[in-house]
């Protein structure tokens, strides 16, 4: 009889994190339940209680595993781009993916609906350790903190705010469904394109 390969807490908790991630694409957040989670990785609800605590808790895992994986994506993105390897339009799509096809935009809006009111937090942690990560990088290409600060926060709102009411504000207005991702790809390329202008001496008349 074939014998179950015990895994470590760590490995454990993994497996559970990618199985409900699994859940959350192809069935929506209302089925990232430790019932659920537990039987499609054939471990007992009660080693996921052990690891998570409640299906709240294991809501909030699941959105840091995903904030993780994702930002770790993008930044290696932005850094290829900006070695001349890789577009602006790459990032945009990353960043509006992990919202949308990854399932975090819902996951994030059905844990608040629900009560969770700490439920952008490791989100939100993750993003602001990328912008602290990626910024000493984008001052060597010219940006300053700030700039990285506020386009981090424009690319985040608009992938978030697309996943879940985008194609359908597209289409009422006549827009394609890719409009947002548009607008977002020319935000990036009109930032990289404002270093290459020359600075303008206010002191000199037009």
Known sequence: MATRKRLSPEESRLAALEAARSLLIETGPQSVTL???????????????????????????????????????????????????GSPREVVDLAFDAFD??????????????????????????????????????ADHGFNSMQVHEETLALVLMAMGDALIGKALSRSLGLPDTAARDRAERMLVHSVEGLTLPVRDASIPD
């Open 35 to 85: 019932k659920a989670v537990s039987g499609r990785i054939g471990r007992t609800h009660a080693n996921l209680l052990h690891h998570f605590g409640s299906a709240a808790g294991l809501q909030k895992a699941l959105a840091g595993h995903l904030a993780g994986t994702v930002c770790d994506t993008i930044i290696e993105a932005v850094r290829a781009s900006r070695a001349g390897l």
């Open 101 to 138: 096809k990854e399932g975090a935009g819902a996951l994030a809006s059905w844990m608040i609906l629900t009560g969770n009111e700490d439920a952008l937090t490791p989100i939100v942690e993750t993003i602001h350790q990328l912008v602290d990560e990626i910024a000493p990088e984008e």
